[in-house]
């Protein structure tokens, strides 16, 4: 299997409606796995709330990405691979081991406890990697981040074969991995544990795109949207790579124009089911990465 992946991120405070500057929050990588047995994404969507502590809410979200990085480049996508023709134990033992996503966020999370240049904060995460032999993904996602995975049969997105269910305490507060600084931040904080993350593994197909994205597309647009966009750019005849690019620009460009519609959204209807009153979308960073699989002879 090969993967093309594009990515594209989008400040809410680089539009001209929003008059304070915000520090950046949200980090993603894409990451080649060790001896190209796979490749890795991931989001983390850091909470803004910390700003006013005083609190970079930027260094948590940047760390927790930054560590899981360092674990995934070193790690296989699957079993390592062992070079056949060597006979002896000693000559075929390989470098690195096999890693799953939930394991990297529970190794992420606690080097980011033990790193004293972080002195606080919080994120949702959501990591996925994706095995270049088998076509097998794994994830692991905590809190209101996801994915989604769209099958395109002949060159038409016609369905959603799998979306990812945002985990929540309440209404708009999302599950989160958090690094707190005093007892009163215990009081008044959420902090949960990497184990409690939602775990999914599937076995991807040719021409499968894998969606990553924050909550600043999901609260904004609807699954109907997604699909219609990945027709239209799908169907188009540029190069692939070319293609993945565009779809995680347009998703994102989508998600922008709803959050400042008075267009029903999918965050209105949520408020509407917890009995709160919102009208419209919902001003938000919004980051998408986008990998398409491609079946290799």
Not at 141 to 159: E, K, M, Q, W, Y
Not at 197 to 226: C, H, M, Q, W
Not at 255 to 270: A, G, K, L, T, W
Request: hydrophobic letters at 35%; glycine letters at 6%; a negative charge.
């Amino acid at each position: 299997m090969l993967y093309d992946c594009g990515a594209k991120n989008l400040s809410k405070g680089s539009h001209p409606i929003v008059r304070h500057a915000v520090l950046a929050k949200i980090f993603f990588l894409c990451t080649n796995m060790r001896n190209n047995s796979g490749i890795s994404l991931g989001l983390s969507d850091g909470v803004g709330g910390w700003v006013d502590q005083g609190i970079d809410c930027s260094l948590f979200s940047q760390g927790l990405m930054y560590y899981a990085h360092r674990r995934l480049e070193n790690g296989w996508a699957g079993e390592p691979e062992v070079d056949p023709i060597i006979e002896t134990a000693s000559d075929s033992a390989t470098v690195g081991a096999e890693v799953t996503p939930s394991e990297v966020l529970q190794f992420a999370y606690r080097d980011v406890l033990r790193d004293p240049s972080i002195e606080a904060g919080s994120s949702t995460a959501c990591l996925l990697t994706l095995n270049a032999s088998s076509g097998m993904l794994r994830s692991a996602n905590l809190g209101d981040s996801g994915f989604c995975i769209v099958p395109i049969l002949t060159r038409r997105a016609s369905s959603m074969f799998f979306s990812s269910r945002p985990q929540t305490h309440f209404f708009n507060c999302p599950r989160q991995l958090a690094k707190l600084k005093s007892i009163k931040d215990k009081a008044t904080s959420f902090s949960d544990l990497p184990d409690t993350a939602e775990e999914y593994s599937t076995r991807l197909k040719d021409g499968d795109v894998v969606i990553a994205y924050t909550d600043g597309l999901s609260d904004n647009i609807f699954p109907a949207e997604i699909l219609t966009i990945c027709s239209l750019i799908m169907n188009k005849p540029d190069s692939e790579t070319t293609k993945v690019q565009m779809l995680a620009q347009s998703l994102v460009n989508h998600s922008r124009n709803c959050m400042f519609s008075d267009q029903v959204s999918p965050f209105e209807i949520d408020a509407r089911r917890h009995r709160q009153r919102w009208q419209g979308g919902k001003i938000d960073d919004v980051t998408v990465v986008v990998a398409l699989v491609q079946e290799t002879p």
